[in-house]
């Protein structure tokens, strides 16, 4: 690791003790439970809160705008075109962009960030796949012009706006320093044993200091493109419990805190050393078989567990505030999801006990239910395992912390797990790509970024078909139909089970006085303290 920057010294005794008054003026301390956070790689990160933390340190080819995610912005392409037959998409680079090294900006640095994902082969190698973009084809598809020009010519004509939010996500473009990261490359990995816990891209903040389970630190990167960043540094300390986290906000020992217990919105609402926003999310929970077990098979199975959950009951006591009943995988407010209103499902013990008959299991059977161990996983598991409990399955519940938990269900080993799951951008396009397709359902195809791959799910070709057929269509209410009919058919078969649409819930100090967060995440450039 690099060794920590010098400190003010009210920030290092920030950093040394748990509990102390006022955080520094131009350091944001940030408490949160970072257990699921693995990688700092963008070609690997796969996790939520991974990703939306990073995206602070690496910006995208193409934004999204901050006050309508459905809009595309100039990002680090200051423009694009494209061409008539939606064949041949040209992007402008801003000019006199520099890393932290000081390297300059360059198409050459974005085209090699892209190959670099496909020659490692990690899980974000697949966003790039699922538009065709291979190891093979890709110095066909994606080209540099000249330094500050690329050009990407797709193998087929995808519907425009859609082909583009995919550059969105810092993970499918990445803006790499390659000649730092190159210096850093051990026995050909392309520098990724270093970005494990390093950072070397664009974005406002790279960074500097990480210790699992402890605490990360990023420094700001003066001169940023998009705007003067007051806070010079982030602090990200890992609090694992909700209630810990309460307390260190209300004693503004931190400035904002991820995990409050929604139990506490009520009293923090009332507490005059703390502000509390709400607004939409694209995060989901979920829970789902592994249909690798064989005696996961039967979709009445996955049916009868639909019953098994009071959907409503717990929105609005356990949930309250903190995520809307959603029976689901696309979001309310992302182009294509179904309306607010579709709820086929509800607590029915009686329907739950007739289609477990109907899938086999007349008398139950016993299963481990792996779940997240922070709220409020734990609370839903037994939820379920006590309305199970009455129609004779016995669950075990097994509460694992999200990095071990993660890797559990991309080596499909798990019997039930639950969790949660956040998108990218408002399309459902996202969303069925990473929940129901699944084009090689074997083992060897690894394919660790699909959900329904994870849950051995082969949809069969019209999921499958229809979702790619989507990709291409132009005609945007027919697009919006297939969307719906998939959704549709994707409760009818699938054993993933959606249950709530997360709400994102800022809970911050009142020395804060600006802090924006659009539906993919938090914007750490943006804080302002007084």
């Known amino acids: 690791m690099r060794p920590l920057l010098p400190l003010s010294l009210a920030a290092s005794l920030l950093l040394a003790a748990p509990a102390l008054a006022k955080t520094p003026a131009d350091t944001f301390v940030i408490a949160a439970n970072m257990s699921q956070m693995i990688t700092l790689d963008p070609a690997a990160i796969n996790e939520s809160f991974a990703s939306g933390f990073v995206r602070n340190a690496c910006d995208a080819l193409i934004a999204q705008d901050p006050n309508d995610a459905a809009k595309l912005v100039p990002g680090v392409a200051e423009s694009w075109t494209v061409s008539p037959d939606s064949t041949t998409y040209t992007l402008k680079v801003r000019k006199g962009l520099k890393f932290a090294s000081g390297n300059p900006v360059t198409a050459e640095d974005i085209v090699w960030s892209i190959k670099r994902n496909l020659t490692l082969n990690l899980a974000n190698a697949q966003r790039l796949r699922e538009w065709d973009i291979t190891k093979d084809n890709v110095d066909a598809v994606v080209?540099?012009?000249?330094?500050?020009?690329?050009?990407?010519?797709?193998?087929?004509?995808?519907?425009?706006?859609?082909?583009?939010?995919?550059?969105t996500d810092f993970r499918v473009a990445p803006i790499l320093d390659r000649k730092e990261i190159l210096k850093n490359?051990?026995?050909?990995?392309?520098?990724?044993?270093?970005?494990?816990?390093?950072?070397?891209?664009?974005?406002?903040?790279?960074?500097?200091?990480?210790?699992?389970?402890?605490?990360?630190?990023m420094e700001r990167n003066d001169g940023y493109w998009r705007r003067k960043v007051a806070m010079k540094r982030v602090v990200l300390r890992h609090v694992p419990e909700a209630g810990a986290q309460r307390l260190l906000l209300e004693q503004g020992d931190v400035d904002t805190a991820n995990d409050i217990d929604p139990a506490d919105f009520k009293a923090l609402e009332g507490n005059p050393n703390v502000k509390i926003d709400y607004s939409p999310?694209?995060?989901?929970?979920?829970?789902?078989?592994?249909?690798?077990?064989?005696?996961?098979?039967?979709?009445?199975?996955?049916?009868?567990?639909?019953?098994?959950?009071?959907?409503?009951?717990?929105?609005?006591?356990?949930?309250?505030?903190?995520?809307?009943?959603?029976?689901?995988?696309?979001?309310?407010?992302?182009?294509?999801?179904?309306?607010?209103?579709?709820?086929?499902?509800?607590?029915?013990?009686?329907?739950?006990?007739?289609?477990?008959?109907?899938?086999?299991?007349?008398?139950?059977?016993?299963?481990?239910?792996?779940?997240?161990?922070?709220?409020?996983?734990?609370?839903?598991?037994?939820?379920?395992?006590?309305?199970?409990?009455?129609?004779?399955?016995?669950?075990?519940?097994?509460?694992?912390?999200?990095?071990?938990?993660?890797?559990?269900?991309?080596?499909?080993?798990?019997?039930?797990?639950?969790?949660?799951?956040?998108?990218?951008?408002?399309d459902a396009n996202n969303?069925?790509?990473?929940?129901?397709?699944?084009?090689?359902?074997?083992?060897?195809?690894?394919?660790?970024?699909?959900?329904?791959?994870?849950?051995?799910?082969?949809?069969?070709?019209?999921?499958?078909?229809?979702?790619?057929?989507?990709?291409?269509?132009?005609?945007?209410?027919?697009?919006?139909?297939?969307?719906?009919?998939?959704?549709?058919?994707?409760?009818?078969?699938?054993?993933?089970?959606?249950?709530?649409?997360?709400?994102?819930?800022?809970?911050?100090?009142?020395?804060?006085?600006?802090?924006?967060?659009?539906?993919?995440?938090?914007?750490?450039?943006?804080?302002?303290?007084?």
């Open 185 to 217: 490359e051990v026995n050909g990995d392309l520098g990724n044993k270093w970005l494990t816990t390093h950072t070397a891209c664009l974005g406002a903040f790279r960074v500097t200091t990480w210790r699992p389970q402890d605490m990360l630190i």
């Open 143 to 167: 080209q540099v012009v000249d330094s500050q020009t690329l050009r990407v010519k797709p193998t087929r004509a995808w519907s425009p706006n859609l082909f583009l939010f995919a550059f």
């Open 281 to 426: 999310s694209l995060g989901i929970r979920y829970m789902m078989f592994n249909m690798s077990d064989p005696r996961f098979q039967n979709p009445k199975l996955f049916q009868a567990f639909r019953y098994l959950f009071d959907y409503k009951g717990l929105e609005e006591t356990l949930l309250k505030n903190d995520s809307e009943a959603r029976q689901s995988p696309v979001p309310t407010g992302v182009f294509g999801a179904l309306p607010k209103s579709y709820m086929p499902y509800k607590l029915d013990l009686d329907r739950a006990k007739k289609l477990l008959a109907e899938a086999g299991y007349p008398n139950g059977f016993s299963a481990e239910l792996s779940v997240l161990n922070n709220f409020p996983y734990p609370d839903l598991a037994q939820h379920l395992q006590q309305n199970a409990d009455k129609v004779g399955v016995k669950l075990k519940i097994t509460q694992m912390i999200g990095a071990q938990l993660y890797q559990k269900a991309r080596a499909r080993k798990f019997e039930l797990y639950m969790a949660g799951y956040g998108f990218n951008y408002p």
């Open 431 to 530: 969303i069925m790509l990473r929940h129901a397709y699944n084009a090689d359902n074997t083992d060897k195809s690894n394919d660790t970024i699909s959900i329904a791959w994870r849950a051995g799910w082969d949809p069969g070709p019209w999921i499958n078909d229809t979702i790619r057929a989507a990709q291409l269509e132009r005609d945007q209410a027919k697009r919006k139909a297939m969307y719906e009919e998939l959704q549709r058919r994707h409760n009818a078969a699938s054993p993933i089970i959606y249950l709530f649409q997360r709400l994102s819930v800022n809970a911050v100090g009142k020395n804060v006085s600006a802090y924006h967060h659009t539906l993919v995440g938090d914007d750490y450039s943006s804080v302002e303290k007084r």
